[in-house]
Every structure is written in structure tokens, then in C-alpha cells.
């Protein structure tokens, strides 16, 4: 399995600056490739036509797009990754 987060956000959005760190360290952890688009410099790109809301995190399982989360919530992106990567926290940990 070969994880990729590509991150859509923009230095405005104050949401993005927010969860990007968090989003980075995420990637960090699990030792995924963290791939980091700012969408005004890719006004036109095709990876940006489909972006309604930033902050945007695509996950791609070997170059296969597995999930889209737009979202401020860390803990959706952390839990997708957990059940990506099949790791199970026990309630009691």
C-alpha cells in the first residue's frame, strides 16, 4: 500500500493555515507522502477543477483516489487513514 495526502488549501483561508500542520504530522506518523497545494497558484489546473471548499485532502491508495475530505476536522482525516492502514485503537488506550 503506498499512501499519498495531497492538501488543498490557500494562505487565506485561515481554517488551512490552521490544519495544515496537523494534517503534515498526520502524514509524518504514518509515513505517508504529504503533498502540499496552495489552490490560487493553481488557478486553471486541472487537479483543481473539481474544488469547491478548501481545506481539501485527497487521499490516493497507489495513485487510485480512495477518499476526498473537506473538512476542518482532524480527527476525520485521522480516522480514514487509520482504517486505510487497518489500525485498530482500543478504547481503552
Do not use: Q
Not at 500500500?1 to 504530522?25: H, N
Not at 474544488?51 to 482525516?77: A, C, F, G, M, Q
Not at 480516522?79 to 489500525?87: C, D, E, G, Q, V
Request: charged share 30%; aromatic share 8%; net charge negative.
Amino acid at each position: 500500500m503506498s499512501l499519498i495526502i495531497e492538501y488543498y488549501g490557500a494562505t487565506w483561508c485561515k481554517i488551512c493555515v490552521e490544519i495544515k500542520p496537523a494534517v503534515e504530522k498526520l502524514s509524518c506518523d504514518f509515513g505517508i507522502c504529504f503533498i502540499d497545494y496552495d489552490i490560487d497558484e493553481l488557478e486553471g489546473d486541472e487537479r483543481v477543477a473539481n474544488i469547491k471548499k478548501v481545506p481539501t485532502v485527497r487521499i490516493y491508495n497507489d495513485n487510485i483516489l480512495i477518499e476526498e475530505i473537506t473538512t476542518k476536522h482532524i480527527d476525520s482525516i485521522k480516522n480514514t487513514i487509520l482504517r486505510l492502514k487497518k489500525i485498530v485503537i482500543s478504547d481503552d488506550f
